[in-house]
Protein backbone atom coordinates (compact mmCIF):
# COMPACT_ATOMS: atom_id res chain seq x y z
CA UNK A 1 0.00 0.00 0.00
CA UNK A 2 3.01 2.34 0.18
CA UNK A 3 3.39 4.94 -2.49
CA UNK A 4 -0.18 5.48 -2.94
CA UNK A 5 -3.07 7.92 -1.56
CA UNK A 6 -6.36 8.78 -2.07
CA UNK A 7 -7.89 11.69 -3.26
CA UNK A 8 -11.30 13.00 -2.74
CA UNK A 9 -12.85 16.23 -4.30
CA UNK A 10 -14.51 18.28 -1.52
CA UNK A 11 -17.07 21.12 -2.36
CA UNK A 12 -16.43 25.03 -1.68
CA UNK A 13 -12.79 26.29 -1.94
CA UNK A 14 -11.04 22.98 -1.16
CA UNK A 15 -9.84 20.78 -4.28
CA UNK A 16 -9.43 17.63 -2.61
CA UNK A 17 -8.91 15.34 0.58
CA UNK A 18 -5.89 13.87 0.45
CA UNK A 19 -4.12 11.16 2.62
CA UNK A 20 -1.37 9.14 2.02
CA UNK A 21 -0.73 5.08 2.43
CA UNK A 22 1.04 5.59 5.37
CA UNK A 23 -1.24 8.24 6.86
CA UNK A 24 -4.30 5.42 6.46
CA UNK A 25 -2.06 2.56 7.71
CA UNK A 26 -1.72 5.11 11.13
CA UNK A 27 -5.46 5.96 11.23
CA UNK A 28 -6.11 2.09 11.12
CA UNK A 29 -3.74 0.59 13.23
CA UNK A 30 -2.43 3.61 15.94
CA UNK A 31 -6.12 5.05 16.23
CA UNK A 32 -9.10 2.81 14.96
CA UNK A 33 -10.34 5.72 12.47
CA UNK A 34 -11.17 4.81 9.07
CA UNK A 35 -11.20 7.48 5.98
CA UNK A 36 -14.69 7.15 5.79
CA UNK A 37 -14.64 8.74 9.77
CA UNK A 38 -12.42 11.47 8.59
CA UNK A 39 -14.66 12.21 5.64
CA UNK A 40 -17.92 12.44 8.01
CA UNK A 41 -15.86 15.01 10.40
CA UNK A 42 -15.48 17.71 7.65
CA UNK A 43 -19.17 16.81 6.60
CA UNK A 44 -20.30 17.53 10.09
CA UNK A 45 -17.83 19.95 11.19
CA UNK A 46 -19.68 22.98 12.50
CA UNK A 47 -17.11 25.87 13.62
CA UNK A 48 -13.08 27.21 12.49
CA UNK A 49 -10.85 25.32 12.21
CA UNK A 50 -7.40 26.24 14.72
CA UNK A 51 -3.99 26.47 14.02
CA UNK A 52 -2.07 24.60 16.38
CA UNK A 53 0.84 27.23 17.53
CA UNK A 54 2.57 25.05 19.93
CA UNK A 55 6.15 25.34 19.53
CA UNK A 56 6.81 21.73 18.87
CA UNK A 57 3.95 21.32 16.01
CA UNK A 58 4.70 24.34 13.95
CA UNK A 59 5.05 23.77 10.51
CA UNK A 60 4.75 25.35 7.10
CA UNK A 61 2.27 25.56 5.79
CA UNK A 62 0.65 25.63 9.36
CA UNK A 63 -1.61 22.35 10.63
CA UNK A 64 -5.22 23.28 11.47
CA UNK A 65 -7.32 21.23 13.32
CA UNK A 66 -11.07 20.87 14.64
CA UNK A 67 -13.18 18.55 16.55
CA UNK A 68 -16.49 17.40 14.84
CA UNK A 69 -18.61 14.26 14.89
CA UNK A 70 -18.81 10.91 13.18
CA UNK A 71 -22.18 9.64 11.89
CA UNK A 72 -21.80 7.52 14.56
CA UNK A 73 -21.21 10.15 17.21
CA UNK A 74 -17.79 9.38 17.99
CA UNK A 75 -15.89 12.55 17.98
CA UNK A 76 -12.66 12.86 16.42
CA UNK A 77 -9.93 15.35 16.55
CA UNK A 78 -8.85 16.08 12.73
CA UNK A 79 -5.63 17.46 11.94
CA UNK A 80 -4.66 19.07 8.84
CA UNK A 81 -2.82 21.29 6.00
CA UNK A 82 -3.84 23.52 3.29
CA UNK A 83 -1.55 22.57 0.31
CA UNK A 84 -2.10 24.35 -2.86
CA UNK A 85 -6.11 24.20 -2.36
CA UNK A 86 -6.11 20.95 -1.37
CA UNK A 87 -6.46 19.16 2.11
CA UNK A 88 -3.39 16.93 3.65
CA UNK A 89 -4.60 14.76 6.08
CA UNK A 90 -1.74 14.81 9.21
CA UNK A 91 -3.88 12.37 11.53
CA UNK A 92 -6.74 11.78 13.19
CA UNK A 93 -7.79 10.42 16.79
CA UNK A 94 -10.35 10.35 19.17
CA UNK A 95 -10.62 13.56 20.76
CA UNK A 96 -9.85 13.59 24.44
CA UNK A 97 -11.63 16.64 27.01
CA UNK A 98 -8.80 18.62 26.70
CA UNK A 99 -8.94 18.54 22.87
CA UNK A 100 -12.97 19.33 23.00
CA UNK A 101 -12.32 21.83 25.74
CA UNK A 102 -9.86 24.01 23.80
CA UNK A 103 -12.23 23.87 20.14
CA UNK A 104 -15.23 24.74 22.12
CA UNK A 105 -13.43 28.16 23.23
CA UNK A 106 -11.79 28.88 20.27
CA UNK A 107 -13.07 26.73 17.06
CA UNK A 108 -17.02 27.55 18.08
Known amino acids: MHGYC ?3 TLPGN ?3 LIISADVIEKLREKHGVSKREVEQCFENLCGLYVEDDREDNRTDPVTLA ?4 TNQGRLLKVCFMFIDGNVHIKTAFEADP ?6 DKHGK
Open 98 to 103: ADIAYY
Open 66 to 69: FVAP
Open 14 to 16: MKH
Open 6 to 8: FVY
